[in-house]
Antibody
């Protein structure tokens, strides 16, 4: 059974770059599309983007200029980088299996706070 | 972007009673070539990730109790809990996966009256 685990700093300073990693266990990253989704405190869900192991990516236009999603197939991981963060980027960040699809497998989420 | 709206924002239902949540998309999410609605429902409890409950608008995910059902087509969809149980207290989100960007509704909070 595939399991996902997010990791990364819980605190990022404004204007810096947020970097998170999702480790996939119980399955190969080379088989599916993989997404990042976030949820600001007390708010709804926002899809950030997806990647496919071939290097294909697709980002939410609202974040496209600041987002990079990449993979490390040797470690069975994929990563999120979000540049020039502000307080509005404070959220729980989830990784999930899937691209333009339903999301049946999610990580537990990691909280990222943007503050000086 | 396809904008998803949900109603009501919240509802309180007595145990054993029916709960109905509505979801509307700003454009049709019915793909004519396969007659499938690209619409999913999730349940989210505090401190947990969303859990997929319904996909293709009406197909229950494995393990989801049959008191949960999804219906609708095109732009209007409904999630029904036929007999509310205490463990159903949660926020429910609809999501379209018809095109990119994938978008979610704002959520409906379900509580016990």
């Amino acid at each position: 059974q595939v399991q996902l685990q997010e990791s990364g700093p819980g605190l990022v300073k404004p204007s810096e770059t947020l970097s998170l990693t999702c480790t996939v266990s119980g399955g190969s990253i080379s088989t599916y599309y993989w997404s990042w989704i976030r949820q600001p405190p007390g708010k709804g869900l926002e899809w950030i983007g997806y990647m496919y192991y071939s290097g294909s990516t697709n980002y939410n236009p609202s974040l496209k200029s600041r987002v990079t999603i990449s993979e490390d197939t040797s470690k069975n991981q994929f990563s999120l980088r979000l540049s020039s963060v502000t307080a509005a980027d404070t959220a729980v960040y989830y990784c999930a299996r899937g691209g333009i699809t339903k999301f049946a497998v999610w990580g537990k989420g990691t909280t990222v706070t943007v503050s000086s | 972007d396809i904008v998803m709206t949900q109603s009501p924002d919240s509802l309180a239902v007595s145990l054993g009673e029916r709960a109905t949540i509505n979801c509307k998309s700003s454009q049709s999410v019915l793909y004519s070539s396969n007659n499938k609605n690209y619409l999913a429902w999730y349940q989210q409890k505090p401190g947990q990730p969303p859990k997929l409950f319904i996909y293709w608008a009406s197909t229950r995910e494995s393990g989801v109790p049959d008191r949960f059902s999804g219906s609708g087509s095109g732009t209007d969809f409904t999630l029904t809990i036929s007999s509310l149980q205490a463990e159903d207290v949660a926020v429910y989100y609809c999501q379209q996966y018809y095109n990119t960007p994938v978008t979610f509704g704002p959520g409906t909070k379900v509580d016990i009256k």
